[in-house]
């Protein structure tokens, strides 16, 4: 019931809009979760996310690795090495792909600021 109700909302906002209104509405349009994580990937910082999403891959593909040593192992000791090995890099993996989710939050705030700052500027023209 309050998703049909936001969506009216949506259409009477866009309806009484000017029709400079609706291009800076378009141009700053939320974007999706796959498109703002892709956008991690590009400008000043996008470097940090490469290095990232390397070392997370790296990280995970030795995890796997270990873990098929540790279900392959037949004695206690090796089993402890490999399972420990593999539990430690999988939550290292995980903690390093998680921590691009503050990023991603920020990059919508600062979205939505812009946003404001462009109706405002076009209102006062």
Do not use: N
């Amino acid at each position: 019931m309050s998703d049909s109700f936001e969506k009216d909302l949506d259409a009477q906002i866009k309806a009484a809009l000017t029709e400079q209104d609706r291009e800076i509405l378009d141009a700053t349009q939320e974007l999706g979760w796959f498109q703002l994580g892709l956008k991690q990937f590009r400008g000043k910082l996008g470097w940090v996310t490469w290095v990232l999403m390397v070392v997370q891959t790296l990280m995970f593909v030795a995890a796997i690795w270990c873990a098929i040593k540790f279900f392959g192992a037949t004695d206690v000791m090796p089993a402890l090495k490999w399972g420990f090995s593999a539990s430690v890099l999988m939550l290292g993996a995980l903690q390093i792909k998680l921590s691009l989710m503050p990023q991603i939050q920020a990059d919508r705030v600062i979205r939505e600021v812009k946003r404001l700052q462009l109706m405002i500027a076009a209102k006062g023209e």
